[in-house]
């Protein structure tokens, strides 16, 4: 019966939300919820882009002169379009 008292309450170093207690929390942590994947989705998207880049432009190469040549032109059209 004692263990009932601490379900609603806080605890030191909790990582996720309380149980909510009204409807309006739970869509505040629906959204969160939501928008954390969106952002996850987006930052893997980002993190490829960006280990594409550095993998075709790498700092050796034009360091020693090698120019190194892309046969396909990285404008990023579809990107933006999307």
Known sequence: ????????SSRPWQIFFQDAASPVMEG????????????????????LILIRVISSFSFNDSFLGKFHV?????????????
Do not use: K, Q, S
């Open 28 to 47: 505040i942590v629906n959204l969160h919820n939501e928008l954390m994947f969106f952002l996850t989705f987006i930052l893997f998207f980002v993190i």
């Open 1 to 8: 019966m004692n263990a009932l008292i601490f379900l609603d």
């Open 70 to 82: 892309i046969n396909r032109v990285i404008h990023g059209t579809e990107i933006e379009i999307i």
